[in-house]
């Protein structure tokens, strides 16, 4: 379908009878539906918004266009947790209504002030030339559940020098002040973090340019988050246009952190490297926030921005990740599943088995939803792996190459290929004879974390319904391989 721009930008409240009912019963037949995800009931999912706990409850929102599968109207979505495992929708929070947020409500974070959820955004603005016009808005959720928008900006576009790619406010408190980082561009096409300081919230005041180690980076700096961890801090984003390097950087666009220190009186945060936080195939814009125990989670949009999916011709598009566990071991951050999904497990089968120079299919296991903890000890062989939604001609492989010294998650059968200009494989560099992993399959997506979290593989996957079965090999030599599955209610 090709899409105008009446089509693109209508706001849900422009569905016409019937209209909506009919994109939810096409999406119902999507056999790539998810299980245990959050998923748009129909359009397109990407950024989650405003991940916080709030008035007992984590609430969290995401980027939402309702209309299909496409990048057209964004609203705001809200869903809320007692646990972040099981979701309520609480429905639409945010859709455009004035003039500065005419085309989009584009992403933002939340913060709790005075007993409300502060709801900080970037309202998007197209000219009659069809130029971009963003401004940084703000909109305040009460304890009895109503919103309410400010009618105008609280800055209302880039200082001089800076392009109107400007958007994603990430807001925190810091000493005596608040602090705004917004994502830009410089004039010169280079992509930075500019700085804001105010005293109540609302009233703020250009402060500078963040200074970093990293002055030229990519075209575009997107979707900030800020915070501290195990006494060091940490700043998070998703820079556009870097060149790959290595096994780093390998998909269209990244996400990453750099941890260090944040001088908010000279406005310059004094790091060294950046960790790409997710070496898989679609991941981009995480958000974080604190539970009241002190974790940090984190949760990201399973997609890439100018990507085309096999599940946009059902009506829908993307999910976000399973929320993780953050911590630093050794200056890089580690990510873990969150604790609270072992109360997803509904039944447990465990299977060991010594191969020899073979591929078996195995019986008592089948690549069904849920949970897998597997270790792989290789004790001659060159290459083991255990291969996933296994069919005719479909499998997704995570091999360990004992010759090469990587760790891979290969994508090049699984189904209807996606995004394959950027290739079919990731890699990491893996020089160790045992390796543990702990996945998590569903029905269109794999979630691969290796030896708690010192990598990430995060994929979606789009195999056919009959491709369940699961396989194990190792080539020349032999290698033990344990693996225990919890389904999924």
């Known amino acids: 379908m090709s899409w105008t721009n009446a089509q693109r930008y209508r706001v849900i409240t422009d569905a016409k009878d019937g209209e909506l009912s009919v994109l939810e019963a096409k999406v119902a037949k999507s056999i790539w539906r998810q299980k245990y995800h959050i998923q748009p009931n129909y359009g397109l999912l ?31 979505y809200h869903l809320t947790s007692a646990d972040l495992v099981n979701w309520e929708e609480e429905g639409v929070a945010l859709m455009p209504e004035f003039p500065h947020e005419s085309h989009g409500i584009f992403s933002g974070t939340g913060l709790v002030n005075d007993n409300q959820l502060y709801l900080f955004y970037t309202g998007n603005h197209r000219d009659e030339k069809w130029q971009r ?78 200074k970093t180690n990293h002055d030229s980076f990519g075209f575009m700096w997107e979707c900030p988050d800020y915070f501290s961890l195990q ?29 260090g220190k944040f001088d908010e009186h000279v406005g310059y945060f004094d790091t060294d490297s950046f960790q790409e936080l997710d070496k898989g195939f679609d991941f981009y814009a995480p958000q974080t926030t604190q539970t009241p125990d002190g974790r940090q989670i984190l949760i990201g949009w399973m997609g890439l921005p100018d990507t085309v999916y096999p599940s946009d011709h059902d009506g829908w598009a993307n999910c976000l990740t399973i929320p993780r566990e953050l911590s630093i071991k050794n200056g890089q951050i580690q990510q873990q599943p969150l604790q609270e999904l072992k109360q997803k497990r509904v039944k447990t089968t465990q299977h060991q088995i010594k191969v020899v120079s073979s591929r078996e299919r195995l019986k008592t296991i089948y690549s069904e939803v849920g949970e897998y903890r597997i270790s792989i000890n290789v004790e001659t062989a060159e290459r083991v792996g255990i291969a996933f939604r296994v069919g005719d001609d479909e499998e997704t492989v995570c091999l360990l190459d004992q010759v090469a010294e990587y760790f891979s998650l290969d994508r090049t059968r699984s189904g209807i290929p996606v995004a394959t200009d950027y290739g079919t494989v990731r890699k990491i560099t893996y020089q160790q004879s045992v390796v543990q992993l702990t996945v998590f399959l569903d029905q269109s997506s ?44």
């Open 46 to 76: 990407n950024d989650p918004n405003g991940f916080c706990y709030y008035n007992g409850k984590y609430h969290l929102f995401y980027q939402w266009f309702p209309f299909g599968a496409v990048h057209g109207m964004k609203h705001w």
């Open 133 to 210: 016009r963003s401004s940084q808005c703000l909109a305040i959720l009460s304890s009895d559940g109503k919103i309410e928008k400010l009618a105008e900006p609280v800055i209302s576009g880039p200082p001089q020098q800076y392009t109107h790619n400007f958007r994603d406010p990430k807001v925190f408190k810091k000493g005596n002040h608040y602090y705004m980082l917004v994502g830009a561009q410089r004039e010169s096409l280079e992509g930075c973090l500019l700085v804001y300081v105010s005293d109540d919230l609302k009233a703020w005041k250009f402060k500078q340019e963040l």
């Open 231 to 259: 006494g060091q801090e940490v700043l998070l984003l998703s820079p556009q246009g870097l060149k790959p390097k290595g096994n780093d950087f390998q998909n269209i666009y990244h996400s990453g952190v750099f941890i």
């Open 446 to 489: 794999i979630e691969v974390f290796v030896n708690d979290g010192e990598a990430v593989f995060s994929s979606r996957i789009f195999p056919k319904e009959d491709s369940r079965y699961l396989e194990v090999f190792a080539e020349n030599g032999t290698a033990q391989i344990e693996i225990k599955q919890w389904c999924y209610a």
